[in-house]
């Protein structure tokens, strides 16, 4: 197994230092992972597209925004404008072609995400529309839970059903995802491994991203 990339998520960053937090771990970073958070979908508040237009100006990472809103259809266009590089939105809010259809007219990357207890099927119907697929191994809202091992099968069985219809969709895993478990979600199929707190709560950022990157390969 080569080759996952590694994103930092930087809602385990120093909020009021975040341009110094992510040019210490720009060099072991493939994209940067921003957690978008309404205090309604999960009961946490967090940024919105006026942060993302400061991190733009600070960085040339790919920007992962990734929107546990109960309404994101009224941000897209903000975040395209604030530049994002790609958006997901949860399956749980409904079905989300029409929200796909905004995000490619805006020229977004199309993420969708489920949470640990979604089944698989919800997801399935989409796989053809989307770039990229993240799992939940944590409950949305916050960093630093543990990791929700069983969340592993339904990415094995996701990395089945890419590998067999020969589908363009990156595998991203979100939550808990350290150096004991990101082997783990790498053996399972995950492409995009992202940490927050095991990254950014580490005394040496960079080495610990670089540790992960190490553990899953
Ligand atoms: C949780 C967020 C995650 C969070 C992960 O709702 O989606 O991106 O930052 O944090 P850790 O890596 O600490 O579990
Ligand atoms: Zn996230």
Same mark, same amino acid.
């Given at each position: 197994m080569t080759g996952v990339?590694?994103?930092p998520s930087i809602l385990s960053a120093d909020f009021a230092a975040l341009a110094d937090d992510i040019a210490r771990i720009a060099g072991e970073a493939d994209l940067l992972h921003v957690d978008v958070m309404?205090? +309604?979908f999960v009961p946490n508040l967090t940024i919105g597209a006026p942060v993302v237009a400061c991190l733009r100006k600070h960085t040339d990472l790919y920007l992962d925004c +990734?929107?546990? *809103?109960t309404n994101p259809g009224d941000l897209l266009d903000a975040f395209a404008d604030a530049g994002a590089d790609g958006c997901t939105v949860h399956v749980e809010l409904g079905d989300p072609r029409p929200l796909f259809d905004r995000m490619r007219a805006?020229?977004?990357r199309v993420g969708l995400t489920?949470?640990?207890?979604t089944p698989l099927p919800e997801v399935v119907p989409y796989l053809s529309d989307i770039d990229t697929l993240l799992f939940?191994?944590? +409950?949305?809202?916050?960093?630093g839970q543990s990791f929700i091992a069983d969340v592993l099968m339904k990415v094995a069985e996701a990395r089945r059903i890419i590998d067999r219809e020969n589908l363009a *969709?990156?595998?991203e895993i979100d939550g808990g995802i350290n150096e004991e478990t990101a082997p783990l979600a790498a053996e399972a199929g995950a492409d995009i491994l992202v940490a927050g707190s095991a990254i950014f709560h580490a005394k040496d950022?960079?080495?610990a991203a670089r540790a992960i990157r190490l553990a899953a390969e």
């Open positions: 990339k590694i994103a309404d205090g +309604h +990734h929107l546990m *809103v805006l020229d977004l489920l949470n640990p207890e939940m191994s944590v +409950h949305p809202g916050f960093g *969709v990156e595998i950022p960079a080495a």
